[in-house]
């Protein structure tokens, strides 16, 4: 129960306290005006039976009230759960999304590396054939001039003198040059 209607449990008691205490006061006949005649009856019953009255259309409303939130609070409940569920499903649909396109961009990557690692090999390969080609053109090169110099060596007359050796001479003062400077 909360403080409110424990205040209007207390004030009914109040109300039905009083009225108890006063019965004798509020069951006395008293003459009445409705405005178009004169009645005459206990006025303090008839104020007593209004205020009952009210209490019971009061009571009515507030239920009515109740019951009118309480289904308001239960349509906004599934209308929440409709959309947290439209919410997680496009949030799944953006997931398998990413999943798809990181799927492609890898095999993308993959098929460009398959094709740059073939091209580089390709490459090599070429590289490997054409150092070949150069290292047996200088073969055959060293070979032809090697067979060349064989046959001038073999051409060439058998009795060649020895080199001799030549002499050097021992420089002195008066054989170097007086604007030659040794230091540069």
Known sequence: MGARSIILFVIALLIAALAALNWGTLSAPTAMSLGVTTVTAPLGL????????LAAFFLAYVLWLQGTVLLDARRHTKELQAQRELADRAEASRFTELRTFLESQESTLAARTGERHA??????????????????????TLAAHIGQLEDRLDRRPAAVPAATPV???PLTASTVPASFDPRG
């Open 46 to 53: 008839v104020m007593l039976g209004l205020t009952i009255l």
């Open 119 to 140: 091209a580089i090999l390709a490459r090599i390969e070429q590289l490997e054939t054409a150092l070949r080609q150069r290292a047996d053109q200088a073969d055959n």
């Open 167 to 169: 002499g050097v001479t």
